[in-house]
């Protein structure tokens, strides 16, 4: 007999945890989603050509990819001219008090005129290209390889500075 209370008991107290936190559920809303602001990248590079840049906003577009965003809403992307025109208004802002403007002095102000949580804004200072040549003849020529050139020289891009902006998945050359 002692057996059966216990059992009802237990029974009906994960009954009422499963309707209080079903009720619980029921009133919280959804967690607001992280607004993220991505300024476009910023070259301050000489020999850069838009190649470089187009490797640069790829890696930039697997870094801050959120899996699931689609469907969960985890990240709300603020448009890009929306955050062209906000970024251009806070550097005019900041050339008027200041005789010389650094991109990390925008960064909050622009957060802030975007009501942003996360501001991204590449900058490229320097960059180095460094070539190899193989000598291996027919046996070593990778044509569907994307990161040789048609002449066969391989292309390993390395930034300077700008290295600690991008996440590297994996080695471009192996």
């Given at each position: 007999m002692?057996?059966?209370?216990?059992?009802?008991?237990?029974?009906?107290?994960?009954?009422?945890?499963?309707?209080s936190s079903v009720a619980f559920a029921a009133t919280n809303e959804p967690p607001k989603p992280l607004r993220l602001a991505r300024v476009p990248l910023v070259v301050r590079a000489y020999s850069?050509?838009?190649?470089?840049e187009?490797?640069?906003?790829?890696?930039?577009?697997?870094?801050?990819?959120v899996p699931l965003n689609d469907t969960m809403h985890y990240v709300e992307e603020i448009?890009?001219?929306?955050?062209?025109?906000?970024?251009?208004?806070?550097?005019?802002?900041?050339?008027?008090?200041?005789?010389?403007?650094?991109?990390k002095d925008a960064m909050q102000p622009l957060a802030e005129k975007l009501d942003a949580d996360l501001v991204v804004c590449p900058v490229l200072t320097t960059y180095y290209e460094y070539i190899y040549y193989g000598g291996g003849g027919w046996l070593h020529e990778r044509h569907d390889d994307p990161r040789q050139r048609?002449?066969?020289?391989?292309?390993?891009?390395?930034?300077?500075?700008?290295?600690?902006?991008l996440a590297v998945r994996e080695p471009l050359l192996p």
């Open positions: 002692q057996k059966k209370y216990l059992i009802l008991c237990a029974l009906l107290s994960l009954f009422l945890c499963l309707i850069a050509d838009a190649e470089v187009d490797i640069i906003e790829n890696r930039l577009d697997l870094a801050l990819h448009p890009q001219s929306e955050v062209e025109s906000a970024l251009n208004d806070v550097l005019a802002d900041l050339k008027t008090k200041h005789r010389r403007v650094k991109m048609r002449d066969g020289r391989a292309r390993r891009l390395r930034p300077h500075r700008a290295g600690k902006l």
